[in-house]
């Protein structure tokens, strides 16, 4: 059993288990963070450990405290401010420990003066950065051999593409030679073929 199965009525997290006590976070006025804990003593810990690293803190009104470091103020606000300092867990709620996500808010909690630094500037939002578009391959096509044509040197001459020119001959039901789309030019079949192109 995890020790954050001891305590699942630690955090709230629904709304059929709404908050017990919330506590409000500002660094000098401006909203910094908001937690709703689902028990008091789960409130408890954690404004405890703010507390006890600044012990110096004062109260600004009934339901807010005020801490002050290196000319940052951090104002914590509640409705149950004061029932929250005051609360004694039970010994078994004294083992309570926040899960590693509200241990890391803590964190930023207790630095407050450094979490609010100036922002820098940034630029303009242009949208998604352009990739180039990659360089079309051009093929050179292979020279035929000398008393041979190509399709691709017939699609040439009927001014079509060399793939169009083949699916045009598959189309017509025209079988590829066994040498590719080549032809000698003295083949009976080539004067089929130069039909077949002319229509396409």
């Known amino acids: 059993m995890s020790k954050y199965s001891q305590f699942p009525d630690a955090e709230s997290s629904s709304p059929s288990r709404p ?32 507390l006890e690293a600044y012990p110096d803190y004062k109260w600004v009104e009934t339901n807010k405290l005020a801490i002050t470091k290196d000319d940052t ?26 899960s590693s996500v509200d241990q890391r808010i803590l964190k930023r909690i207790l630095n407050f003066s450094t979490q609010l630094a100036p922002e ?19 093929r050179t096509r292979k020279a035929s051999t000398e008393g041979s044509v190509t399709v691709a040197e017939l699609s040439d001459e009927y001014n079509i593409s060399s793939g169009k020119a083949r ?11 066994p040498s590719g789309w080549t032809f000698t030019t003295d083949d009976p079949a080539l004067d089929e073929v130069r039909q077949i192109l002319s229509k396409g």
């Open 73 to 98: 103020t951090l104002f914590i606000k509640s409705d149950h401010l004061e029932d929250i300092i005051e609360y004694e867990p039970t010994k078994a709620q004294a083992e309570y420990r926040p």
């Open 120 to 138: 820098e500037p940034r630029e303009a939002y242009t949208g998604p950065a352009s990739t180039p578009k990659p360089v079309k391959r051009t």
């Open 19 to 50: 908050p017990v006590a919330d506590i409000w976070y500002y660094v000098d006025d401006e909203f910094f963070y908001v937690k709703c804990y689902g028990a008091l003593y789960a409130a408890h810990y954690s404004l405890q450990l703010i």
């Open 167 to 177: 699916n045009l001959l598959r189309k017509a039901k025209f079988a590829k030679p």
